[in-house]
């Protein structure tokens, strides 16, 4: 059945725990977790293999009202689970290695039916398409614990006006046939002004 794992992570003043919505296998054709919004990194307090929010040494502290800064970065997470893997006539084609795909931590041989999964991120303002990301593919998991692909983006924000945005998530599973474009308001706040410095003041003497 479907469920909520609990993650924990710590800001500078407190520890919290955020819900990664995991779905039921059985019931949903694209089987993706919750997409977590990211707009703070911490060193991590500890190594956690299996907390998808901590990578490569560092904590993803998600932001939970997505409420962002024009100077600040969004980071993008989730997972697409079990993804089908390609038919036989598909398997010679080349594929360039995937921004999202990385060296399997268990060290196995890459699956002889690869996956073909693709996604990007769009930002829309009103119907009009405000940002998009280039699209990323993934071939093969780079997650094989948990049969999972992961993926993060990166966008600054600093090309986006102030203002509500509707985030779009496109995945489409290719070997499936199946897809996906689950959608999230978020809000961008102008970047704070720099405060002139005071001018200088003098004081005369006799």
């Known amino acids: 059945p ?22 039921d296998m059985k019931k949903v054709p ?20 299996n907390n998808p929010l901590v990578r490569d040494g560092e904590q993803f502290v998600p932001n939970l009202p997505h409420v962002f800064r024009q100077d600040q970065h969004l980071y ?13 006539e598909k398997t010679a084609e080349a594929s360039a290695p995937s921004a999202a795909s990385k060296k399997e931590k268990s060290g196995k041989e890459p699956e002889a039916h690869p996956v073909r999964v693709m996604t990007s ?34 966008v600054p924000l ?6 509500t945005y509707i985030c779009q998530i496109n995945v489409i599973d290719d070997a499936g046939g199946d897809f996906t474009f689950p959608r999230t308001a978020l809000l961008i706040r102008p970047a704070p002004q720099a405060t002139p410095p005071a001018p200088a003041t003098t004081s005369g003497g006799r």
């Open 2 to 23: 479907p469920r909520s794992t609990l993650f924990p992570y710590t800001t500078l003043f407190r520890s919290f725990e955020t819900d990664l919505n995991v779905p």
């Open 30 to 49: 694209l089987k993706m977790s919750s997409v977590v919004f990211v707009s703070q990194r911490m060193p991590a307090a500890k190594k956690q293999e």
């Open 76 to 88: 993008l997470i989730y997972e697409v689970y079990d993804p089908a893997k390609a038919a036989a």
């Open 121 to 154: 991120i769009e930002f829309l303002s009103g119907s009009a398409k405000a940002f998009e990301t280039p699209l990323i593919q993934a071939t093969q998991l780079n997650e094989p614990d948990r049969d999972a692909i992961a993926f993060q983006f990166d």
């Open 158 to 163: 600093e090309t986006l006006k102030p203002g």
